[in-house]
């Protein structure tokens, strides 16, 4: 069975679409049996900034995870932020743990994902009701961390995106058992990206209530600027990320994974149905990358002047990728040792990827490299600092929803 974790919105109606997936596709061997999400902010949030999520509140959040259990589908709740300035080593900071988590426990949360090795413990002995889940951000790539993680009582770990498709790893790690092992299907990180860490803590902090009146602290586009424009500016980038086409599940599943996350916290409810959709059907027809959402570039269409590019549309055609991942099965390639030699990345993105502009590529990459620098040279005033802290929170404030 082929069971997939997807976020949710907090919208009416969202679980009932779910539902209907599950009646559609009941008998084909997949089914959504999970939904995740959070609060928007909190002492103890998750890994996403508060201007992305939605704004819900407590009777909001019950009433959604009861509508999901009516309709057998349960909910993991994000407790994922790689750190939380030791708030949990205080006395203030446990009782705050202790009082979000007994709320979790009486709205029916069936599990509880983290980052914080410590947080895991603290749940899994405190809290047998809920299970565990390792973060991917835990950065789980190893067997030594599988069983660290299993013998402090965690039940499933989503695994670092880097071991997608390093099978040798995978195989091994299903086969010591005791801990369910879970793959996200559709991450959009740079293959062996070093400075994910950073982002995510950058990202996390975003959502701290304790900054900025609840809102969380912002922060600028130097992460997404850069890792878009090593994707524009070297194409093969784009095929070397860890995602997984839905017609190759099967082929995660011969190894034993069951698991599989769809990431998406911040989408409305029609790309989420979209996306599950895509992965429940095994099948999808076009542009991959309309259904992985990867179109960042789009951020960088003004120009210094003020004027804005056309946009940029990069086609990474899913028909010409029969065969691409089944590569990484058969031949189990070490990718984390470099490309040297391989070639594999570069021959399927000649044969499967396209732009409808070389000229307007270079353009985008040149807007790029410009913001670039000057996030990086630049001192924001004072003034701009205030300005930012303002925006943030005003667009915060603007994710409310009608569940």
Same mark, same amino acid.
């Given at each position: 069975?082929?069971?997939?974790?997807?976020?949710?919105?907090?919208?009416? *109606?969202?679980?009932?679409?779910?539902?209907?997936?599950? !009646?559609?596709?009941? *008998?084909?061997?997949?089914?959504?049996?999970?939904?995740? /999400?959070?609060?928007? $902010?909190?002492?103890?949030?998750?890994?996403?900034?508060?201007?992305?999520? %939605?704004?819900?509140?407590?009777?909001?959040?019950?009433?959604?995870?009861?509508?999901?259990?009516?309709?057998?589908?349960?909910?993991?709740?994000?407790?994922?932020?790689?750190?939380?300035?030791?708030?949990?080593?205080?006395?203030?900071?446990?009782?705050?743990?202790?009082?979000?988590?007994?709320?979790?426990?009486?709205?029916?949360?069936? $599990?509880?994902?983290?980052?914080?090795?410590?947080?895991?413990?603290?749940? $899994?002995?405190?809290?047998?009701?809920?299970?565990?889940?390792?973060?991917?951000?835990?950065?789980?790539? $190893?067997?030594?961390?599988?069983?660290?993680?299993?013998?402090?009582?965690?039940?499933?770990?989503?695994?670092?995106?880097?071991?997608?498709?390093?099978?040798?790893?995978?195989?091994?790690?299903?086969?010591?058992?005791?801990?369910?092992?879970?793959?996200?299907?559709? %991450?959009?990180?740079?293959?062996?990206?070093?400075?994910?860490?950073?982002?995510?803590?950058?990202?996390?902090?975003?959502?701290?209530?304790?900054?900025?009146?609840?809102?969380?602290?912002?922060?600028?586009?130097?992460?997404?600027?850069?890792?878009?424009?090593?994707?524009?500016?070297? /194409?093969?980038?784009?095929?070397?990320?860890?995602?997984?086409?839905? !017609?190759?599940?099967?082929?995660?599943?011969?190894?034993?994974?069951?698991?599989?996350?769809?990431? *998406?916290?911040?989408?409305?409810?029609?790309?989420?149905?979209?996306?599950?959709?895509?992965?429940?059907?095994?099948?999808?027809?076009?542009?991959?990358?309309?259904?992985?959402?990867?179109?960042?570039?789009?951020?960088?269409?003004?120009?210094?002047? /003020?004027?804005?590019?056309?946009?940029?549309?990069?086609?990474?055609?899913?028909?010409?990728?029969?065969?691409?991942?089944?590569?990484?099965?058969?031949?189990?390639?070490?990718?984390?040792?470099?490309?040297?030699?391989?070639?594999?990345?570069?021959?399927?993105?000649?044969?499967?990827?396209?732009?409808?502009?070389?000229?307007?590529?270079?353009?985008?990459?040149?807007?790029?490299?410009?913001?670039?620098?000057?996030?990086?040279?630049?001192?924001?005033?004072?003034?701009?600092?205030?300005?930012?802290?303002?925006?943030?929170?005003?667009?915060? /404030?603007?994710?409310?929803?009608?569940?």
């Amino acid at each position: 069975m082929r069971k997939f974790s997807v976020p949710t919105p907090f919208t009416s *109606g969202f679980i009932e679409q779910l539902a209907e997936l599950n !009646e559609e596709f009941d *008998g084909s061997g997949g089914r959504i049996f999970e939904i995740y /999400g959070s609060f928007q $902010s909190g002492a103890f949030h998750s890994a996403r900034p508060a201007k992305y999520l %939605p704004a819900i509140d407590k009777n909001q959040f019950r009433s959604h995870v009861g509508r999901g259990r009516e309709k057998g589908i349960r909910f993991n709740y994000l407790l994922n932020a790689p750190a939380y300035a030791n708030l949990e080593y205080t006395s203030e900071g446990r009782k705050k743990l202790e009082e979000l988590l007994s709320f979790l426990v009486d709205s029916g949360v069936a $599990s509880i994902t983290v980052a914080v090795p410590y947080l895991a413990e603290i749940i $899994s002995r405190c809290f047998p009701q809920l299970e565990v889940v390792v973060s991917t951000i835990g950065y789980v790539n $190893s067997l030594a961390g599988i069983g660290q993680y299993r013998d402090i009582g965690v039940g499933r770990i989503v695994v670092d995106v880097e071991v997608n498709r390093d099978f040798r790893f995978l195989e091994k790690g299903v086969a010591e058992g005791r801990t369910d092992l879970e793959v996200i299907v559709n %991450p959009v990180c740079i293959s062996q990206c070093h400075f994910k860490y950073n982002h995510y803590c950058v990202a996390s902090t975003g959502a701290q209530s304790f900054l900025h009146g609840g809102a969380g602290a912002p922060y600028n586009q130097y992460y997404l600027n850069w890792c878009f424009l090593k994707k524009l500016q070297n /194409g093969v980038e784009i095929l070397k990320s860890p995602w997984i086409r839905p !017609e190759d599940i099967g082929v995660w599943q011969e190894t034993g994974i069951s698991f599989f996350k769809i990431a *998406g916290r911040g989408l409305d409810d029609t790309r989420i149905v979209q996306l599950c959709r895509g992965y429940l059907e095994r099948r999808f027809s076009g542009n991959l990358l309309d259904l992985l959402g990867w179109p960042h570039w789009l951020t960088f269409r003004e120009n210094p002047d /003020g004027t804005c590019l056309e946009p940029l549309e990069i086609m990474l055609d899913n028909s010409m990728l029969e065969g691409f991942l089944k590569f990484f099965a058969e031949h189990k390639p070490q990718c984390r040792y470099g490309c040297s030699g391989c070639g594999h990345c570069e021959r399927w993105a000649r044969r499967a990827l396209r732009y409808n502009d070389r000229k307007l590529l270079d353009l985008y990459s040149k807007n790029m490299e410009e913001n670039l620098s000057s996030l990086v040279a630049q001192i924001p005033s004072g003034m701009q600092t205030v300005e930012a802290a303002e925006k943030w929170r005003r667009q915060a /404030g603007e994710q409310r929803v009608d569940g």
